[in-house]
């Protein structure tokens, strides 16, 4: 092929010509295809790859380094860059950029969903103290609980004791005194086991069996109870109190934290056999 050295000098023009003819319709295609028919209006950014001929890229170089040594070729304009040889290709910016999440820009723009996103943060943040808050309290009363609740031993008055059954006789023996436990174990008329509270029912002195009399006897203020701690006379308000027994494992359990009020003088079965006044004649 001719070069361009080859050719005469209107073989040269004729030739600078059509390519820049060929140049320029090829601007104004790119420009048409990023629908921008004013070159001066634009978006710069974009850029567009236009086919151009190796041979005529030769040219087209050849065509300026003629035009820059004077040569008689006039200056081209390149208002798109023709690159690797393929077709041209356009993208706008909408099909190049992903879709974006929402940004507090957007939400500014949208009051609505500023309004549904400030409420989703205070939801959250309510939801939170709440729970937070029921957590603590929860944790506060586990703890108020677990150093308020009594807690015995078994044998330490509060706690629970063990009696053999055959160590408090029968109905008709002397009550057995459990000094730990503050009670008396008696064997009831019914057969029965009952652990009488050795605290008077008055005003709380420790009252004391009178073997000789078959009853025990408060040295305080006289008040009178029966072998099974029924009232018979006196100052006290009712029965002796007495606490709660079961069987476990063949063995009589009185429980010290269990304490049972004894029944109102006036309904002691001993008053209306022995009493001799009225228990409220202090
Ligand atoms: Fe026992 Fe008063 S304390 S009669």
Request: charge should be negative.
């Amino acid at each position: 092929m001719a070069t361009i050295a080859d050719l005469s000098g209107d073989e040269r023009e004729q030739r600078a010509a059509e390519l820049k003819r060929k140049m320029q319709e090829a601007a104004q295609k790119a420009r048409a295809a990023r629908g921008d028919a004013s070159p001066s209006s634009g978006d710069a950014t974009v850029t567009a790859t236009v086919e151009a001929p190796p041979a005529e890229a030769d040219d087209t170089s050849q065509a300026e380094g003629d035009a820059r040594s004077g040569n008689g070729a006039a200056p081209t304009e390149t208002p798109v860059a023709a690159t690797n040889g393929h077709a041209a290709s356009v993208v706008s910016p909408a099909q190049v950029a992903p879709a974006a999440p929402p940004t507090p820009a957007d939400e500014a723009d949208d009051p609505e969903a500023a309004a549904r996103a400030e409420m989703n943060r205070r939801e959250f943040l309510m939801y939170s103290w709440g729970a937070a808050l029921g957590l603590l309290t929860l944790q506060a009363g586990v703890a108020s609980f677990l150093f308020m609740y009594p807690r015995f031993r078994a044998g330490e008055f509060g706690g629970k004791f063990f009696v053999a059954p055959t160590d408090f006789g029968t109905p008709t023996s002397s009550p057995v005194g459990e000094t730990a436990g503050k009670f008396w174990m008696v064997t009831t008329a019914a057969g029965e086991p009952k652990a009488i509270y050795m605290v008077c029912t008055h005003l709380g002195c420790l009252y004391k069996w009178v073997e000789a009399n078959n009853r025990f006897e408060c040295p305080c203020h006289g008040s009178k109870f029966d072998r099974e701690g029924h009232f018979i006379e006196g100052p006290a308000p009712r029965s002796l109190d007495h606490f709660e027994v079961t069987e476990e494992d063949g063995m009589i359990a009185v429980n010290t934290g269990r304490k049972i009020n004894g029944e109102p003088a006036g309904e002691s079965p001993a008053r209306h056999i022995v009493g001799t006044r009225a228990p409220d004649a202090v």
